[in-house]
Nanobody, 123 residues
Framework: QVHLVESGGGSVQAGGSLTLSCVVS??????????MAWFRQAGGKEREGVAL???????TYADSVKGRFTVSRDITKKNLYLQMNSLKSEDTAMYYC???????????????WGQGTQVTVSS
């Protein structure tokens, strides 16, 4: 059974930084997943894509986070990270890690999801 577990969320003041982590278990790269992504969902809003990394380590970002967030993963392909700098109040949301073998871009149709980690940015 595939599990994705996020960590690293918390409360931070505007302008601060946080690093989110996600660990994958029960899945084999690249057979089960070769694309990994971060999504977020704020209260009352739809889930939106934040950043993704593909099997060639090519990254894609939402316009709202370009230049502030950096997605990366380790050599084992089991750990995904999201370095978030210059955080703004509008970054407040539940952040989810997702994985899939299909190239879905930043659309929230990934097969595997974590439970999420809350990020709260106070102004």
């Amino acid at each position: 059974q595939v599990h994705l577990v996020e960590s690293g969320g918390g409360s931070v003041q505007a302008g601060g930084s946080l690093t989110l982590s996600c660990v994958v278990s029960g899945a084999t790269w690249p057979t089960d997943y070769s694309y990994m992504a971060w999504f977020r969902q704020a209260g009352g809003k739809e889930r939106e894509g934040v950043a993704l990394i593909d099997q060639y380590n090519i990254t894609t970002y939402a316009d709202s986070v370009k230049g502030r967030f950096t997605v990366s993963r380790d050599i084992t392909k089991k750990n995904l990270y999201l370095q978030m700098n210059s955080l703004k109040s509008e970054d407040t949301a539940m952040y989810y890690c997702a994985a899939d073998w299909r190239g879905l871009g930043l659309y929230p149709s990934y097969k595997y999801w974590g439970q999420g980690t809350q990020v709260t940015v106070s102004s």
